[in-house]
């Protein structure tokens, strides 16, 4: 579909949700927000400003900025796609039958279909990938709601802003906002930490980091109403939950819902051609070669709701051209161990198995330890900066060698800012020449105030080494 920075039913451009609306530009936006906290840390480094503020946040500058990129990006990828042959076509495609799509003319300058002005195109095989879409819960005045697509294109920095979810894409923007130092910023989830599906650990740790840098949160709160104030413009959110008696926020310039997305499937037309969807999640079934009900028809990424990231729709794509085209008839995804990170501030590496996966996965039988640290960066001992690290791996087994999620391999990826390839044949070697070595290694650079944990590891000495923390998991079985 065409290009447009804010996604629609018929606008969109070559890139996709993370290069145009989605990792790329919200890791710019980052790297704007870390400045502030740059310039306060130099101070206990000797640098000296003057009276008055030498850096004041220019968001308009950076939006400028950040806008260019994403134009040249869409230009990059629509060359790489002519460079390799592929023919082009812009406009919005949907099934007529199992072999054919159809593709409506978009007119740019309106973003609107073209009545009656489409073409179609036959395949022996058809891919789906057509991502997924900001969902927003439905509330009264819920319409007023910004979504990612649309908070990555405001033109000037909320002065007061709630964001709705406990995800990535919640705390990653209340991060940016906080960040700058412009903002009040308030988060709100349901649950009593956010980033559910983490390391219990790791969610606690970066929820009293989110506090401590000055986000104001809410949890096991959810929104009641949100209404706006027809002479100041400004919006009052209530939120309410089970047994809680309801909060009132008063004064937002912007409330922003990151709830989630969910399957991009409308006007697709998968009915024509016989394509099944799930009944509960939307999004489009497929088997473990990413073929869908229909035999002619496959789907990879986030319309298919399987793990929604970005490297992992990539490799189910080239898993897929393999298996189709490639003549290996084995190539299927593998998600045995799927590495991810949280560009929040702190921000979050992680791999493998939590500590909670690991006690369930083990019943008792085996035994488990947690290798834990919690300590204050190098950086901001002298920084004047409060904020800390949080690094952990959970042990267990019986080999000493790491495992994957899945199957009993050696072959853990570890997710780190600095060299990860050493860190790897560490981890594969020798656990207890690892072990000291990590903390010396990361102890000077984790000016990111990264959070690792490193699952899925196995012990099999006698006895743990003194680092270690013996964690509730551990039973009298080897």
Known sequence: MPFARVASDELGGAGGTCVLRGCVPKKLLVYGSEFNEAFRDAAGFGWKAGSSPAFVPGWRELQKAKNAELDRLNGVYKRLLDGAGVDFVEGRGRLVDANTVAVDEIDARTGTVVPGSFRTFTAAKILLATGGRP?????????LCLTSDEILDLPDLPSKIAVVGGGFIAVEFASIFNNFGTSEVHLIFRQPLPLRGFDGEVRKFAAEEYAKRGVTLHPGLSPVKLEKDANTGTLTLTLGGPGKSEVELSGLSHVLAATGRKPNVR???LEAAGVRLDEKTGAITVDEFSKTSVDSVYAVGDVTDRINLTPIALMEGMAFARYA???????KPDYGAVASAVFSTPTISTVGLTEEEAAAREGG???TLVFSSSFKPMKNTISGSEGRALMKLVVCGETDKVRRKEKRRTSLRVVLSFFPSLLFLLLRRSR???LPLFFWLLQPNTHEKLLLRSWACTWSGPRPPRSCRASPLLSSSA
């Open 267 to 269: 006007h697709l037309a």
């Open 135 to 143: 969902f927003v819960p439905s509330f009264p005045g819920s319409e």
């Open 365 to 367: 039988k085996k035994r």
């Open 325 to 331: 085209f490639g003549g290996d008839k084995n190539a």
């Open 432 to 434: 207890s020449l690892f």
